[in-house]
């Protein structure tokens, strides 16, 4: 099992930045994929993208966020990050990061963390 907390929401103005944390409980981090999603009010939980356990491969499932979204993780510290950059008030929602056992679904989940952009 892991556990997982998101940290770096906040309210930012439209073209701005912000970095998303996502802290793991522990060394069995390493053993899972990561995936960042995003619910906007309204609308389904999707996923935006995904990073494999060892960092070698990351899948971006939103079009929208290719080119402004940048995922990565540090696997010695347990964190995976999720750096926004041009956002747009259409990236408003609550971002959640979860974690699978690769070919697996998404199983553990952390309570999300709320970016807010304002036009």
């Known amino acids: 099992q892991v556990q997982l907390v998101e940290s770096g929401g906040g309210l930012v103005q439209a073209g701005g930045s912000l970095n998303l944390s996502c802290a793991a409980s522990?060394?069995?981090?390493?053993?899972?994929?990561i995936g960042w999603f995003r619910q906007a009010p309204g609308r389904e939980r999707v996923l935006v993208v995904g990073?494999?356990?060892?960092?070698?491969?990351?899948?971006y499932a939103d079009s929208s966020v290719k080119g402004r979204f940048t995922i990565s993780r540090d696997n010695a510290k347990y964190t995976v990050y999720l750096q926004m950059s041009s956002l747009k008030p259409e990236d408003t929602a609550v971002y959640y990061c979860?974690?699978?056992?690769?070919?697996?679904?998404?199983?553990?989940w952390g309570r999300g963390t709320q970016v807010t952009v304002s036009s």
């Open positions: 979860a974690a699978r056992i690769t070919g697996a679904q998404y199983g553990y």
């Open positions: 522990g060394p069995s981090f390493r053993f899972y994929d």
């Open positions: 990073i494999t356990r060892d960092g070698s491969r990351s899948d």
